[in-house]
C-alpha cells in the first residue's frame, strides 16, 4: 500500500473502522462516507439519544451541516476543496421526512459547484445517524 496517497484529517473525526478519510489516486481523491460525527466528542450533531443508545429525535438540517463541514475539513487537509468536487454520492436513512431539507441545505453549499450527485435511501448506518456522503473530488 502507498503509505503517501492515505489521507487523515487532524480536524474530522476518527473513522470507526480500518479506513482513512480519503485516498489520492493521480489528480482524484476519493473520501470515505463522512457523518455529522465531531472529532473527540461523544454527542453527535443533531442527534438525541437515550440511555441505550437509540435515537429518539434528530435534526436532519444540523447533521447536514456538520458532514459538509467534516467534508471540507478534510478536502482542505487534502489539499483539495469544496470546489473542486465532482461527484457526491448521499446516504440518507429517512427519503421520505429528510430529502426536502437535505436537498434545501445541499443547495445552499453546492450552489457554486455543481457536482455530479445521487441520493440513496439505506436502512441504516453504522453509528447513529441520518445521513453519509461519499465524495470525489480533484486534487492538484
Not at 16 to 21: I, K
Not at 23 to 37: A, C, E, I, K, Q
Not at 53 to 69: L, T
Request: aromatic share 8%.
Amino acid at each position: 500500500m502507498n503509505e503517501e496517497n492515505i489521507i487523515n484529517s487532524s480536524k474530522a473525526p476518527e473513522p470507526v473502522g480500518l479506513y482513512p478519510h480519503a485516498r489520492r489516486v493521480g489528480n482524484l481523491l476519493f473520501l470515505s462516507g463522512v457523518g455529522p460525527r465531531e472529532k473527540h466528542a461523544k454527542k453527535i450533531p443533531g442527534v438525541e439519544l437515550d440511555e441505550n443508545g437509540n435515537v429518539v429525535a434528530y435534526d436532519i438540517e444540523a447533521q447536514c451541516r456538520s458532514v459538509f463541514q467534516n467534508v471540507k475539513y478534510i478536502l482542505e487537509d487534502a489539499g483539495s476543496s469544496w470546489e473542486k468536487i465532482v461527484d457526491v454520492t448521499v446516504f440518507l436513512t429517512n427519503m421520505k421526512d429528510d430529502f426536502q431539507t437535505y436537498n434545501r441545505v445541499y443547495a445552499e453549499y453546492f450552489k457554486d459547484n455543481l457536482p455530479c450527485r445521487t441520493t440513496v435511501e439505506i436502512n441504516c448506518l453504522p453509528t447513529p445517524i441520518a445521513i453519509e456522503l461519499k465524495v470525489i473530488a480533484t486534487i492538484d
